[in-house]
């Protein structure tokens, strides 16, 4: 069993920032791909953001485009998800996701193996 805890989840005001992050252990970590997903009252699970296993590649949900940042620091077995311009729309709970030994990462949540117990992110107007 691989144990992710995410940290980092709070309560701000639209057009604000937060920073999300996650750890896990250590082997498993530095050979796979990591995402990042939310899930609000009533909705699907939907794919945020992604990082390839050595951080040279990333992809973000269009939603979300131009505002979050996914990066990785191997060294510290963490990878964050930093959340700016903030708005009502991106409340949910946060998710973070491994592709245990996978070097490329996948927008779809059936394609990650692992995943943390969820950070809430509540953004009022």
């Known amino acids: 069993q691989v144990q992710l805890v995410e940290s980092g989840g709070g309560s701000v005001q639209a057009g604000g920032s937060l920073r999300l992050s996650c750890v896990g252990p250590g082997r498993t970590f530095s050979r796979a791909a990591m995402g990042w997903f939310r899930q609000s009252p009533g909705k699907e699970r939907e794919f945020v953001a992604a990082i390839t296993r050595s951080g040279d590649g990333t992809a973000c949900a269009d939603s979300v485009k131009g505002r979050f940042t996914i990066s990785r620091d191997n060294a510290k077995n963490t990878v964050y998800l930093q959340m700016n311009s903030l708005k009502p729309e991106d409340t949910a709970v946060y998710y973070c996701?491994?592709?245990?030994?996978?070097?490329?990462?996948?927008?779809?949540?059936?394609?990650?193996?692992?995943w943390g117990q969820g950070t809430q992110v509540t953004v009022s107007s």
């Open positions: 996701a491994v592709r245990t030994g996978k070097s490329y990462y996948s927008t779809s949540y059936n394609d990650y193996d692992y």
